[in-house]
């Protein structure tokens, strides 16, 4: 599997943090509710800017993205500019596809400045291995879920869907699937299924195979966890639904933290990345 850079940007100066974050889902479940999670979260980014070498967004940012030719969804304006406002001050932010907003057409990167990350995306930092992933190809998934997964990732069937749907139609209809799609998943996206999680599976798989890295980072599930298989980890990152929660990086150390609001946050795990996980 192809190995990329580090995950510390080169050109960025020593001594700053790394943030990773996920699934804000914004569109959900109204425009009004959405927006409120919005400015949480454009507080967060303003917080965090000063002293980050890089942000992570893992995916599923908005609850549903389509971008024609000519047209992108409308709201998140305010998100948008923000990001926009910090990339152009060069702060590099990442971008990775979710389930929920993979189609892209060149807007995310172009207008607002976001650079496009592969999924899995593997990077090395601290001598370690780290494998970075939205999460919603792994593991042993029921077969429905590989062929949505494979459809809504099919470039042919991207173009055949901005071609026969108006933006009108084509934009409230993913957001409908899209939103099903959610309510489907979500009695177990807060359920500890234990050994029964496939990012569990997933991670126990290259174990046993000795092809694990020592970091695996994934989005996807929205119940922020911390786990430990032999010399691996996982992290789940959580989400900005309800818990508001995100990974940073510092150096040696990592913390996956809730953010409550500006100036307070509680930590929910922390260690050390080489040594053995601690919760708090």
Not at 136 to 153: E, T
Request: aromatic letters at 14%.
């Amino acid at each position: 599997m192809r190995s990329y850079p580090p995950l510390y940007p080169e050109d960025r100066p020593p001594g700053k943090k790394l943030f990773l974050v996920s699934d804000l889902h914004l569109g959900v479940p109204s425009a009004e509710e959405s927006r409120v999670r919005e400015k949480h979260f454009i507080s967060w980014l303003r917080e965090v800017a000063p002293t980050a070498a890089a942000i992570y967004l893992l995916g599923d940012v908005w609850d549903f993205w389509f971008e024609y030719r000519r047209c992108v969804p409308k709201g998140s304006v305010r998100l948008l500019g923000v990001l926009a406002e910090l990339s152009d001050a060069g702060l590099p932010i990442y971008f990775m596809r979710g389930n929920h907003d993979q189609w892209l057409m060149g807007y995310l990167q172009e207008e607002v400045g976001l650079r496009l990350l592969p999924d899995p995306y593997l990077v090395t930092y601290k001598g370690l291995r780290f494998f970075l992933s939205h999460g919603h190809r792994l593991g042993p998934l029921p077969l429905l879920d590989k062929v949505a997964n494979w459809m809504m990732g099919n470039p042919l069937l991207q173009t055949l869907y901005r071609y026969l749907f108006h933006p009108d139609v084509g934009l409230w209809l993913g957001r409908f699937l899209s939103g099903r799609s959610r309510k489907a998943h979500h009695p177990l996206d807060y359920t500890d299924l234990g050994e029964r999680e496939y990012f569990y599976q997933y991670v126990q798989r290259a174990v046993q195979n000795g092809t694990a890295c020592d970091w695996y980072i994934f989005a996807h599930r929205h119940l922020p966890t911390v786990r430990q298989i032999a010399h691996t980890r996982y992290v789940v990152l959580g989400e900005w639904m309800e818990r508001y929660t995100y990974l940073e990086i510092a150096g040696e150390s990592w913390a996956l933290r809730q953010y409550q609001e500006p100036g307070k946050e509680a930590v929910l795990f922390s260690g050390l990345l080489s040594d053995a996980v601690v919760a708090v």
